[in-house]
């Protein structure tokens, strides 16, 4: 390693932070900014990292020491009309980086009277050299032209496609000692998603499976078989904990998820960088077990139907809920064309064929589902179980709702959306928390629990069910959701008893 590296972490330390502070990079962050810079390939004595992987947890600064680390190349690479640029999923969130970025320069006057700073084009330019940083939109068609000596690439998990991503990494080669960084928390489980894709290609370089001595990978994370609560954990995952970042926010947040399962992926996933299958854990399936009963108590008020039908090959669903002291009582029922079950055990890896035996899933006649006979399935349940009133989601389902009409019930509408559906999720949540959402059992609606997240809206206080993976069904969960809504309503609006 050379004298670059320590000079590099010399310059970031003559800086203050977007905040006004003086840098004072630790030691595990100085050890980052040696490693990238200061070290070289033996043979030619050029610097050897051209491309760097950075996965660490929310709140450990990673923008900030990006702008930082943009700002030592900018400035001391000694470059002509180079070309420096930051860049994430949308111009705004790559803007982060470069508005830190700006006020560092502007709160250190010998490096602002060196530069001419345009705001409303996101630009810096070097007055001496020409050199350009610039903060870019996510439009990978105007990318392709570039020659970059060094890109920022922030949040990756964030990204949606890897054309922008493609641009820019191919467009380093065009330079002599480029250098690409991307800084991300975890993603999400899955090779569709482009940060996944590289986490994985990080992990096997670092174990040495595959070479490549031009790509740094820099990975804080939790393993997987380690205590996600355990605070000796957290200071490991999260170097800055205890410094810049609060202690106390990561305790009250670990309490959180540990009271709000939905949490704990989040948790687990921005604060500890453990990658996840789920945006938002729902219903754990240990919570749902522990409802479970052989006999199911006898409900102590009328019963209420949810149903969610399928179009043409999926799962239909009927859930029936009814008050039982202070909690309630479920069943549900699913079905299934019979002529395309062996193949949707392919395509959905479960075994639909053992559940029909068991009980769990009924075959409709042909290849498609057959709505008269789910229409009469339905309708004899509920008239078995007294119970007269029929949630039911309208789109693309009218004549079923008329004919359910017809035979008598009273239909009501429940849309597929968060005003409708937010407020049952949450009773049922808290229901099955409390082992109060009692039912028997059945492998085909626990792996619909399993399938299934919490979707928040942009606010974050409201939430509705959602499927966790394309493969993944959830339609008995939501008759569930809809059938506590329309039992909660109607005990709602129940007259008081004088």
């Known amino acids: 390693m050379t004298d670059e590296g320590q000079s590099a972490v010399d310059f970031i330390n003559c800086l203050s932070t ?28 050029r610097r050897q990292y051209t491309d760097v992987g950075l996965w660490l947890p929310r709140g450990n600064g990673k923008t900030e020491l990006a702008a930082a680390m943009t700002l030592e190349r900018f400035f001391r690479e000694p470059t002509r009309r180079g070309e420096y640029y930051c860049a994430a999923y949308s111009r705004d969130q ?7 970025a700006v006020a560092i320069i502007q709160d250190k006057p010998e490096l602002l009277r060196l530069v001419d700073i345009v705001p409303s084009k996101k630009l810096v330019m070097h007055r001496e050299r020409g050199s350009v940083f610039r903060c870019l939109a996510n439009e990978h068609q105007g990318l392709h032209g570039l020659r970059p000596n060094m890109v920022v690439m922030d949040e990756l ?22 250098l690409m960084i991307t800084i991300t928390t975890a993603g999400l489980t899955g090779e569709t998603y482009l940060e996944y894709e590289l986490y994985s290609y990080a992990k096997r370089v670092r174990a040495g499976v595959i070479e490549d001595a031009a790509y740094l990978p820099v990975i804080f994370e939790i393993e997987q078989d380690e205590d996600w609560q355990d605070e000796k954990v957290w200071h490991r995952v999260n170097p800055a904990l205890g410094d810049f970042r609060s202690l106390d926010e990561m305790r009250r947040l670990a309490a959180r998820a540990r009271e709000m399962p939905r ?51 999926d799962l239909t669903s009927l859930a029936l809920v009814a008050r039982c002291g202070s909690g309630y009582v479920v069943k549900g029922y699913n079905w299934m064309p019979e002529e395309t079950a062996q193949e949707r055990e392919r395509q959905d890896k479960v075994p639909y064929t053992q559940w029909q035996r068991a009980g769990w899933v009924d075959f409709t006649p042909g290849s498609r589902v057959d709505q008269e006979y789910i229409n009469e399935r339905i309708g004899a349940i509920c008239r078995q179980h007294g119970c007269d009133t029929i949630a039911i989601d309208p789109h693309n389902a009218e004549w079923q709702y008329q004919a359910f009409e017809r035979q008598g019930f009273d239909c009501r509408e429940a849309g597929q959306n ?68 329309l039992a909660s309503t109607e005990e709602a609006a129940a007259p008081a008893v004088h």
């Open 18 to 45: 977007s905040t006004g502070e003086p840098f004072a990079l630790r030691d595990w962050q100085a050890d980052i900014v040696r490693t990238i810079i200061g070290t070289t390939q033996p043979d030619t004595g």
């Open 94 to 100: 790559a803007a982060l980086l470069f508005n830190s």
């Open 157 to 178: 998990h964030t990204l949606r496609d890897r054309d922008s991503y493609v641009a820019l990494q191919t467009a380093l080669g065009k330079k002599r000692e480029p």
């Open 263 to 313: 949490y704990e992926n989040d948790f687990r996933r921005f604060y500890l960088n453990q990658h996840v299958s789920q945006t938002s854990r729902w219903l754990p399936l240990d919570d749902w077990t522990a409802c479970e009963r052989e006999t199911l108590p006898d409900p102590t008020g009328p019963w209420f139907a949810g149903v969610d039908l399928s179009a043409k090959i």
């Open 418 to 485: 968060y005003r409708t559906l937010s407020e049952p999720a949450h009773t049922l949540e808290a229901l099955v928390k409390a082992e109060q959402f009692w039912h028997t059992a059945d492998q085909c609606i626990a792996w619909q629990v399993e399938s299934v997240e919490a979707l928040p809206n942009s606010d974050g206080r409201l939430i509705r069910p959602v499927k966790g993976s394309a493969r993944g069904r959830i339609d008995c969960v939501v008759a569930m959701v809809m059938a506590v809504a």
